[in-house]
Structure formats: structure tokens, C-alpha cells
């Protein structure tokens, strides 16, 4: 199977948390790659990361049911819905200037397939030398 | 079958504001495909809620119901993890984020696939 490419034409994919009041659309190909982090927080959160430039996220609604939460460097912002618990994007470390939604927090209908790569968040300094992830695009 | 024999293994949120224990001998582990298992990729083992111990953090537990609202879902009103939950099929039980237990290996304990989405 063909996995995903990063000239892939873009469609808008739309998601949100459970209870429905954190929606949300990103705009990414058909085909997604997405991260699949050992960190502390990403290991107990079952979270799957596809991460986009600002410019290519945004929030529907909900932003007044989001909560933050930070720890460590406090540089990633942790969001997730204070009615239903539900984490469907954040800030992260890797890209501060980015967001990383959950892609198992996306609507049905729009990923023609998933391609899941695992990262070593666990290991932060080593995985990410130069402090960050690679520019987005 | 049991996989191993029982123990007490501990377990927190991420902020460590909700701590718990519990006692089991791990039959198995199981997934669910339902809407909320599916979003926070759940892997629990059940266990009886008298193997099972609030140790902190009642006062950051937060509640969501849904649906027949029977499932207590809980997660930590700080640091947004999901511990555990109460059961909808058997509310008597505690689904355990097993994510969330200390010097907790899998390997070895089998994996049961539920089928939540099909629940009336």
C-alpha cells in the first residue's frame, strides 16, 4: 500500500471531543501519517498525533470548555474538554507553533488510511536533538 | 485464566492528583470500539469495586454520562486523563485504565476485543 505523501492533495477532515462542544476542522490529505508518542502524558491518553501548522487548524467551537494543563518545560499546552474529559488537540512541545489533533477524535467518512509511526517522546532530548520538531509545511 | 497471580498495583493520573489501587489477577485485558473508548484508545482490565481503592483525588475526579448515562466515565479535572470508569454492563465493576498503573508490563496477558459500538 502507497502510504501517504506529503504533495497529497488536502481535503478538510472535521472532528471534536464527545460530548460535541469542541469541534474542530484541519485541514490534511486523505491519507494521513500519524505519531504515536511513549510520553508520560501521550501513553495514558491514548493519543494519536497529526501534526499541522496553525494556519491549517480551526476551532469550531468549544474554546470556553477547553482546560490547560502544563508540566515539565510547560512549553506543550495539554487541552481537553472539562465536560467530558476528552483531549482532541493541544499544543505540543515538538511544535509550539503547530497543533496536533487526535486522530482518533476525527469524523468518520474522510481518512482513507492511517499510518501510524511510533516516537520516543519518552526519551525528549534524544528524539529531538535540536529541541523541536521538523518546520511544518 | 488467571495470567498471573494477584497483586495490588497502583496508579495515578498524570498530575498525580487521583491515586488508586487495585487487586487482580489480570484474565485479560480488553478494548472497546465504542465512541468514548475509541477516542481515548482504552486498553482496561475489570475489576470488582472491592478491588478497588480510591487512595486521593475524590475532590479532581470529574463525571461525564452519556447515552443511558448508567457508565461513569471519570477522569482527573486537572491533568484531563481518564483513570477508570464505572461499568454500563456491569456498574457493580471498575474498567481500569491500565495505561495508568505503575511498573505495569501487558506482555503476555490476553488482549479481548468488545464490541461497545454495537450496544444498544
Known amino acids: ?137 | 485464566m488467571a495470567s498471573r497471580s494477584p497483586q495490588t498495583y497502583r496508579g495515578s493520573c498524570h498530575c498525580g492528583a487521583v491515586q488508586f489501587e487495585i487487586v487482580t489477577d489480570f484474565p485479560e485485558l480488553t478494548t472497546c470500539d465504542c465512541s468514548i473508548c475509541r477516542r481515548k484508545n482504552a486498553l482496561m482490565v475489570k475489576v470488582h469495586e472491592t478491588a478497588f481503592r480510591l487512595l486521593s483525588g475524590s475532590e479532581a475526579l470529574r463525571t461525564y454520562r452519556f447515552h443511558t448515562r448508567t457508565a461513569k466515565h471519570h477522569f482527573c479535572g486537572t491533568c484531563g486523563i481518564y483513570t477508570f470508569h464505572r461499568k454500563r454492563v456491569t456498574p457493580d465493576y471498575y474498567g481500569i485504565n491500565v495505561f495508568c498503573l505503575e511498573d505495569f508490563d501487558p506482555a503476555g496477558i490476553p488482549v479481548r476485543a468488545t464490541v461497545g459500538a454495537g450496544m444498544p
Open chain 1, 1 to 137: 500500500m502507497k502510504g501517504p505523501s506529503t504533495n497529497a492533495p488536502e481535503i478538510t477532515h472535521t472532528g471534536g471531543c464527545h460530548c460535541g462542544r469542541v469541534r474542530f476542522e484541519v485541514t490534511a490529505p486523505a491519507r494521513l501519517q500519524v505519531t504515536d508518542c511513549n510520553c508520560s502524558i501521550c501513553a495514558k491518553s491514548g493519543y494519536l498525533h497529526l501534526i499541522v501548522p496553525k494556519s491549517k487548524f480551526q476551532l469550531l467551537s468549544g474554546a470556553e470548555w477547553l482546560t490547560t494543563y502544563q508540566f515539565n518545560t510547560r512549553t506543550a499546552r495539554h487541552l481537553f474538554c472539562s465536560l467530558c474529559g476528552v483531549k482532541s488537540f493541544y499544543v505540543p512541545r515538538s511544535h509550539p507553533d503547530g497543533y496536533s489533533v487526535n486522530a482518533r477524535c476525527l469524523d468518520e467518512g474522510t481518512v482513507e488510511e492511517l499510518v501510524i509511526v511510533p516516537s520516543d517522546g519518552k526519551n525528549w532530548e534524544r528524539t529531538y536533538p535540536s529541541g523541536r520538531g521538523r518546520p511544518l509545511t
